[in-house]
């Protein structure tokens, strides 16, 4: 099995950055399609970015796009979500998780592995 542990969160203003990582021990994340969920208090957990198993593959929530990067470290077995022009509506507890589905993975059942998550609060 691959677990899963974020780092990278914190506390930035508006228009600020973050970047989160998604560090794998037990098997190589490149084995893996990968996915990065956010869920905000009183909110259902949401996929805001993912990266396929094979090939360069992404999907990113209309939320996100244009502002969010998903990408990998194969040497560093790590993940990265790069968040730029952050807003105070994505603050929300980040998670990522792994699929070993072909296609690019965006609900939470195509994920069978999780992270413990990491906080990320933009202030405004």
């Known amino acids: 099995q691959v677990q899963l542990v974020e780092s990278g969160g914190g506390l930035v203003q508006a228009g600020g950055s973050l970047r989160l990582s998604c560090a794998a021990s037990g098997r190589t994340l490149s084995s893996y399609a990968v996915g990065w969920f956010r869920q905000a208090p009183g909110k259902e957990r949401e996929c805001v970015a993912a990266?396929?198993?094979?090939?360069?593959?992404?999907y990113y929530s209309d939320s996100v796009k244009g502002r969010f990067t998903i990408s990998r470290s194969n040497n560093k077995n790590t993940v990265y979500l790069q968040m730029n022009s952050l807003k105070p509506e994505d603050t929300a507890v980040y998670y990522c998780?792994?699929?070993?589905?072909?296609?690019?993975?965006?609900?939470?059942?195509?994920?069978?592995?999780w992270g413990q998550g990491t906080q990320v609060t933009v202030s405004s």
């Open positions: 998780a792994a699929s070993r589905r072909v296609v690019v993975p965006t609900t939470e059942t195509d994920f069978g592995y």
């Open positions: 990266i396929a198993w094979i090939g360069a593959n992404t």
